[in-house]
């Protein structure tokens, strides 16, 4: 079929989609133009592509901004730690409702998949409350302990998924040479679902490294934004002037980690989009 | 650089550890037991013990985190509790949930304008992502490279780094999208009338719905007397409350990655065999898709129209980035979580904020419960 094709149908189609990427794409090429502007360029009337005396002097402010610097720290410092509790637990969690056979599990993974329809939103005023009481305002802790308890029950599915794939023969014959649940979860089904396992750590990071409104609520001191948060601080609508070009070259530097992970993982993701639909 | 902050939430963190097991261990126990009494076999109370053990993360995370939240949270929507407030808290019965419904205009707003949203951005969305997803769908080669480009504004998006580069390229004057559409524009003079005939029928359209927000259509006549705008105007995006919620569109429509994989999942669970005898037949490209693909997407349609307007309550960054300080605004585009927000945490009104929470959530419920029950007429599930 593809090959009595018209040339000239597959030569539109590439250049529709090519438009296309160029479309997508171009927010981040502006971004990073914007940043290495300077800051005339960026308010000029007329359009500039690409700078023609490209400088880094945006670069340079940012980085002898200490705030800045410190919120780097901070998003990495919570990204991680939180990043690893709710990876093993959720991972625990998925063992427990595919690898054993316990009465009450069918209605307990019902229960979780229909905790997906509430949207997280609707538990913060209550859960705001709850962390006030316990003094836990203006600290780290109400943004990383909660995913500790397995949050995040679409992840908790996706890994269900492929641990339910793993023929079951594995782990009968490693309870026959007397191995434990412990033993197998983390020697044979661990090892054999890295690639969801990297999945769902680009999804939880990708969540956790965007993460407004939580830190919003939570971190009450510039001592404790995340870059989110501390980047929206840079864009001040009573100055006149904004410094656009700091501005983009913090965006840049904030996306980057980003760029990296989606770069390796994305041969997973992509995939396993599909299988559960979500983000 | 390792002060008092970090450390303390290491040793939380690793308390919260040691309570996750030892409730773990708790309930596990709990379970065995009752499958002891319950006369179960050995073998079963160990996999009961195994299984409880393996799931009570989430069970005791669950219970903590959502249960008991709700539960509160249901009983202070029916009462005035507010934070460090200094009269003491009192039953008031229904009153906020009246008061939303009632008198509260900034609520009305929030659900004005998720139906704005609704009736043009997630059409438009879905619109492009199937397009995109079509386009995958020929098998050219690159084909991973465009869909990687695709997907990257689903990660990037609601970072706010990028939404500030959004706000950067908004701009109503020296903004490049607006650079674009008057450089456009002066070349080639019938994209100008186009154009210009395309920001008259957005802004009339957004006026309706200000006028349905505000009562009176006042401004709804105003756009509709001053006529096609002039040769030179452009799109005054994050400038006026005509066009505020459509920058939020663009961002929607820039972000539908995950509904392009959706698609494309459904397109390539079309047998292959179906457009072949159709092609035999004489059906040109055009026609298969209308009668062929289209009918057989429609499941995935109804889930991504499903999930979609769950997302529509939620925007919340977009709004926060665009518009926090530009107060004239925020009635114009807040969404219902943004409205949550605002209202709870300016003055720590848990009780309205509470309110507010399980209308939202009510909403979810008839919103998807519709949805489900109308599929009849037009999903087909035929094939699956």
Redesign the interface.
Same mark, same amino acid.
Request: hydrophobic fraction near 60%; proline fraction near 5%.
């Given at each position: 079929?593809?090959t009595t094709w018209p040339i000239i149908k597959?030569l539109v189609?590439?250049i529709?989609?090519t438009g296309?990427?160029i479309t997508?794409?171009f927010?981040?090429f502006?971004?990073i133009s914007?940043s290495l502007k300077t800051l005339d360029e960026?308010?000029?009337?007329?359009?500039i592509w690409i700078p023609n005396n490209p400088t880094l002097d945006a670069y340079i402010n940012i980085l002898h901004n200490s705030d800045f610097l410190?919120s780097y720290?901070n998003s990495i410092?919570?990204t991680t730690?939180a990043l690893v509790?709710t990876l093993a637990?959720i991972a *625990? *969690?998925a063992?427990?409702?595919s690898r054993?056979?316990?009465?009450?599990?069918n209605l307990?993974f019902f229960?979780?998949l229909s905790?997906m329809?509430?949207?997280p939103?609707? !538990?913060?005023?209550?859960?705001?409350?709850?962390f006030?009481k316990l003094g836990w305002v203006g600290?780290?802790?109400p943004l990383?302990?909660?995913g500790?308890?397995?949050?995040g029950a679409a992840m908790?599915f996706l890994l269900r998924q492929s641990m339910a794939q793993i023929p079951k023969e594995l782990d009968e014959s490693a309870f026959v040479d007397g191995a434990n649940?412990i033993q197998v979860?983390w020697e044979i089904v661990l090892p054999l679902i890295k690639a969801p396992l990297a999945t769902v750590s680009t999804f939880l990071f990708?969540g956790f490294?965007?993460s /407004? !409104?939580m830190p919003?609520?939570y971190l009450q001191t510039i001592? !404790?934004y995340t !870059?989110? /948060?501390y980047?929206?601080t840079?864009?001040?609508?009573?100055v006149t002037v904004?410094p656009?070009p700091t501005?983009?070259a913090?965006?840049?530097l904030?996306?980057v980690p980003?760029?990296v992970v989606?770069f390796f993982t994305?041969r997973f993701?992509?995939e396993s989009?599909?299988i559960t639909? /979500?983000? | 650089m390792l002060d008092n902050s970090y450390i303390n939430v290491l040793i939380y963190a690793v308390a919260a550890i040691v309570f996750i097991v030892i409730s773990s261990v708790a309930v596990a126990s709990l379970a065995r037991a009752i499958a002891k009494l319950g006369g179960a076999t050995r073998r079963k109370q160990g996999n009961t013990f195994a299984g409880y053990l393996f799931a009570s993360p989430w069970i005791v995370g669950f219970l903590i985190f959502v249960v008991v939240p709700m539960l509160f949270s249901l009983y202070w929507s029916f009462t005035n509790y507010r934070i460090a407030s200094a009269t003491p808290t009192r039953w008031v019965g229904l009153t906020n949930y009246i008061q939303l419904i009632t008198k509260d205009n900034d609520f009305l707003s929030s659900i004005i304008n998720t139906l704005f949203l609704t009736v043009l951005g997630l059409p438009l969305q879905m619109g492009v992502a199937l397009f995109l997803a079509v386009l995958l769908n020929q098998k050219m080669h690159g084909e991973r490279i465009f869909r990687m480009a695709f997907y990257l504004p689903v990660i990037l998006g609601f970072n706010t780094a990028v939404l500030l580069c959004w706000r950067l390229m908004l701009n109503t004057g020296t903004g490049i999208i607006n650079q674009i559409i008057r450089a456009v524009d002066n070349a080639v003079p019938p994209i100008g009338y186009f154009s210009r005939s395309v920001i008259f029928i957005q802004e009339l359209f957004s006026a309706f719905f200000l006028g349905i927000t505000n009562g009176s259509f006042t401004l709804l006549g105003k756009v509709w007397a001053a006529g096609l705008p002039a040769a030179n105007r452009v799109p005054l995006w994050v400038q006026s409350p005509l066009w505020s919620k459509m920058s939020v569109v663009l961002l929607i429509i820039w972000g539908c990655g995950t509904m392009m994989l959706i698609f494309l999942a459904g397109l390539n669970n079309i047998p292959r065999e179906l457009h072949e005898a159709a092609e035999v037949d004489g059906a040109g490209g055009w026609k298969r898709f209308w009668k062929i693909s289209f009918p057989l997407l429609t499941p995935y349609i109804f889930y991504n129209l499903v999930v979609g307007l769950i997302a529509m309550l939620q925007i919340f960054e977009p709004i926060y980035v665009l518009y926090r300080d530009n107060q004239p605004l925020i009635p114009s585009t807040i969404s219902m979580v943004y409205y949550l927000w605002q209202a709870t945490f300016s003055h720590f009104e848990i009780g309205y904020g509470s309110a507010i929470s399980w209308l939202i959530l009510i909403i979810i419920l008839v919103v998807t419960l519709i949805q489900f029950k109308m599929q009849d007429r037009w999903v087909f599930y035929d094939l699956y």
């Open positions: 079929m593809k597959r189609f590439y529709v989609l296309a990427t997508m794409c927010p981040l502006w971004m914007s960026t308010n000029s009337a007329g359009i410190r720290f410092f919570y730690l509790g637990s *625990v *969690v063992y427990a409702f054993i056979e316990w009465p009450g599990r307990v229960l979780m905790t329809m509430i949207p939103q609707a !538990l913060i005023v209550p859960q705001y409350v709850f006030n600290t780290f802790n990383i302990i909660p500790y308890f397995a949050g908790v649940h979860f990708v490294w965007n /407004l !409104l919003l609520m001592k !404790l !870059l989110p /948060l980047v929206t840079l864009y001040n609508i009573n904004q656009w501005i983009m913090a965006a840049v904030t996306t980003l760029m989606f994305q993701i992509l989009v599909v639909g /979500l983000k | -």
